[in-house]
């Protein structure tokens, strides 16, 4: 992908039913740092993130918790899900809410077209309705109930009893897109990632699609069906196209040309929703489908999913209140294979913190700062005649530069902080060598102590801007040490080409601090 292009990259929309985990959490840094790298690389970058309020089950939460629907809403959103960004440094373009009248009004706009256009019809309907997953579940997705609910049928996501509902609702003839989107996923291999997400998507269209109830007559928290006010649009066809009321849908035709396609990530769990129904809503409408739709996996903690509607959920200010957002944002990034289940452990993010961020680049960083400090006065040495093991770390910074750039475009986020990695250790391996500090005692060796350290000094610089999307809060500390303009303007994909400041400024404080007691108390 040439630098420059357009990159929209979008979230789920989350759930206001509930506060948020580490795994929306998650979901958010990885679309973040995507985002903040094709940023940093000159792609016209947006990142849209925002949240799904309409539904039965936040109405009755709401009602169960005296409120309507709407000050239940507001309520989590301004004290859970916005503050959720802040506490993992998420840098979104835009926040978009289902209860936002423009998002209100597209999806009004965009029903209206796909009813003249004959893909709507009114129908009699009978199933089991799971409200946790606000969808009618095949009589294969239940599984028998235990404890409470012993001898009844339910939900195997949920473990609650499904409902038999019955009501005229009105349909979208999803089943005249099976071949279509049978072809898109042989036309298009890339169009749902990782394989294994993919494979389970093509058999479940295989197997054959019904025509999806879009409305709701039951209750009214809804966006009304612009012809027949009595019903309510079903909740996921309304949070569907939040993707594409946020950037102008039916309103600002440039902006939208500007942004669609998407690219999207999600979690594995939802991805039914976002790589079937939803194309197939966009090709009814005759607009493109999403670039690319990404499953991630599951974030398990002691073995069991984290999960919205099971009580196993960390806040993720647990995490970053012990170890800051940074090392929160590199943790995940690192230890999860991008698109697989990974496990949380405390032992585990502590052990990285310490011996990657503190040892690794925190002491890498104050090791050459206060290097240049002491023997040249702070003044950024001039490297002379360089030999092999000088040019060895240029070789890597533009190598780990390309690797990295080119896992990012394949989603293999981890990947790209592994090659990174690979100079943060060789430029520690390097300085252990060099011995500076032992060639600064002999006045001879000037000339020497100059080079090693502008050798080191240029690798670190390299680091700062190549990790500026993963741990941006310390790299932009160390930037002002180092660094001349802003940080977020150097061009992550020619890292090496950063300029220094003439003369270095002292880091005040490690950029990891020591952590005194690595859980939180109970
Ligand atoms: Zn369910």
């Known amino acids: 992908m040439p630098a420059g292009d357009s990159f929209f990259i979008a979230t ?14 998650y979901t958010e840094v990885a679309a973040d740092v995507l985002a903040r790298w094709h940023r940093q690389r000159g792609d016209d970058a947006w990142l849209l993130t925002g949240t799904d309020e309409h539904g039965q089950k936040i109405l009755r939460t709401a009602t169960s918790h005296g409120v309507t629907p709407q000050e239940w809403a507001d309520k989590l959103v301004t ?22 009248a423009r998002h209100e009004a597209g999806v009004q706009k965009f029903l209206q077209k796909l009813y003249d256009d004959g893909f709507i019809y009114q129908g009699e309907f009978e199933g089991f309705y799971c409200v946790g997953c606000e969808e009618y579940k095949q009589p294969s997705d239940l599984v028998p109930g235990t404890g409470a609910y012993e001898g009844e049928q339910v939900c195997a996501i949920h473990s609650i009893p499904v409902e038999v509902l019955q009501e005229s609702n009105y349909f979208f003839r999803m089943s005249d897109f099976e071949q279509r ?53 079903y909740v996921w066809f309304d949070a569907l196209l939040n993707y594409v009321t946020a950037i102008g849908y039916g309103v600002d035709d440039d902006e939208f040309r500007r942004r669609w396609p998407a690219v999207q990530l999600v979690g594995k769990d939802i991805v039914r929703f976002h790589a079937v129904i939803w194309p197939a809503m966009l090709m009814a409408a005759g607009l493109p489908v ?51 289940d990974g496990n949380f452990s405390w032992e ?23 290097m240049i400090t002491r023997y040249f006065d702070g003044t ?13 770390v240029r070789e890597t910074e533009l190598r780990v530069t390309a690797e990295a750039d080119a896992a990012i475009d394949r989603f ?32 001879s060796q000037r000339e020497r102590l100059a080079t090693v350290l502008a050798t080191a000094l240029r690798g670190l610089g390299t680091l700062t801007v190549l990790l500026s999307p993963f741990i941006p809060t310390a790299t932009h500390t160390l930037w002002q040490s180092i660094g001349q303009g802003e940080l977020t303007s150097q061009p992550v994909d020619r890292a090496a080409e950063w300029s220094s400041a003439p003369e270095v400024q002292p880091l005040a404080a490690g950029l990891f601090p020591r952590i005194e007691q690595p859980e939180p108390a109970a």
């Open 12 to 25: 789920p929309i989350f759930y206001v039913n509930d506060v948020p985990h580490i795994g929306h959490a």
């Open 79 to 100: 004290e859970s899900w916005k503050p959720l960004l802040k506490t993992v440094d998420i840098a979104n373009d835009d926040f978009i809410r289902t209860t936002d």
């Open 181 to 233: 989107l049978l072809d898109l996923y042989e036309a298009q291999p890339d169009f749902v990632q990782p394989d294994s997400v993919r494979n389970e998507v093509v058999s479940f269209v295989k197997q054959g699609l019904r025509d999806l109830s879009i409305s709701r007559q039951s209750f009214d928290w809804g966006v009304k069906v612009p012809w027949d006010e009595k019903h309510v649009v």
């Open 290 to 340: 999403p670039k690319n739709v990404f499953g991630h996996g599951w974030l398990l903690v002691g073995g069991e999913k984290m999960s919205k509607s099971k009580l196993t959920g960390i806040a993720p200010q647990q995490i970053t209140d012990v170890f800051g957002a940074d090392a929160f944002r590199y943790y995940f990034m690192r230890a999860i294979t991008f698109g697989q």
């Open 348 to 370: 585990d993010i502590a052990a990285r913190y310490q011996a990657e961020l503190a040892n690794g680049f925190g002491n890498l960083a104050s090791r050459v700062v206060a």
């Open 380 to 392: 950024v040495p001039v490297a002379g005649d360089l030999t092999e093991a000088d040019l060895a």
């Open 412 to 443: 293999a986020i981890n990947e790209a902080l592994a090659s990174i990695w690979q100079l943060v250790d060789q430029l520690n391996g390097y300085i252990t060598e060099q011995e500076p500090w032992a060639i600064a005692k002999d006045s």
